[in-house]
C-alpha cells in the first residue's frame, strides 16, 4: 500500500510486519565499516531515497557516492536480502554479496556476512536517540538533511563517549601521580 498527501508528504509503507504493517516516510541508506570498531560503528554514509525505490535499484547511485565520501574504492558490499537482483556498477557486480546468496561465497565472505547484522544497531540507534523516527524538516531536502545530520549527530555521539573515556583516564593518571608522596632529598 502506498499513500502519498503533497502537502505533508506522507508516504505509507506495507512492510508485512505483525506488531507494525505500515512504516511512513522516507527510505534511508545506511553504510557502516564490515570491520570491528572498538569504539562503535560510525555511521559512513547516509542518504534519504525519495519515493519508494526498490533496494537493490538504489545501488547505482549510492555506491559511486559512497567511494567518493570516503575516498577510497569499496573491495566487498554485503546487504540483505533485500538487495537482490541489484543495479550495482559494473566494477561492482561482483563485489555486492546479499544474506541468503549461494554461489561464489567463500567461508571468508560467510564470517564478514554474519557482520552484516552489524548495521542493524546503529539504524536503531539513527531512529531512537538521534531523531531519525521523525523528521521536522520540511521536503526532500529536508529528508536528506535529516538523514545526514542524525548519522553525524551518531558519530559525534561516540567521539564525546570516547572523549569522555580518555579525560576519565587523564584524571586517574594526574589523581595517581598527585596523591604519590614526593621524594625526599638529602643534602
Not at 569504539?39 to 567511494?67: K, R
Amino acid at each position: 500500500m502506498e499513500l502519498r498527501v503533497e502537502r505533508g508528504r506522507l508516504t505509507a509503507y506495507g512492510k508485512g510486519k505483525a506488531h507494525k504493517p505500515y512504516e511512513f516516510g522516507v527510505k534511508v541508506s545506511v553504510a557502516t565499516t564490515l570491520n570491528r570498531s572498538k569504539g562503535g560503528q560510525f555511521a559512513l554514509h547516509a542518504t534519504a531515497l525519495p519515493g519508494n525505490p526498490y533496494d537493490g535499484h538504489t545501488l547505482a547511485t549510492v555506491i559511486p557516492d559512497m567511494e567518493k565520501m570516503i575516498g577510497n574504492e569499496l573491495s566487498r558490499i554485503l546487504a540483505d536480502a533485500g538487495y537482490r537482483g541489484h543495479n550495482a556498477p559494473q566494477s561492482h557486480k561482483l563485489r555486492v554479496f546479499t544474506s541468503g546468496q549461494k554461489r561464489r561465497i567463500t567461508p571468508a565472505i560467510k564470517r564478514q556476512m554474519r557482520r552484516r547484522s552489524a548495521v542493524e544497531p546503529v539504524i536503531g540507534h539513527l531512529k531512537s536517540e538521534h531523531r531519525m523516527d521523525r523528521n521536522y524538516l520540511a521536503g526532500e531536502q529536508g529528508d536528506a538533511v535529516n538523514a545526514v545530520l542524525a548519522a553525524a549527530g551518531y558519530n559525534f555521539s561516540l567521539l564525546l563517549r570516547w572523549f569522555r573515556q580518555l579525560l576519565c583516564l587523564f584524571a586517574a593518571l594526574f589523581l595517581a601521580f598527585q596523591s604519590r608522596p614526593l621524594p625526599q632529598q638529602t643534602a
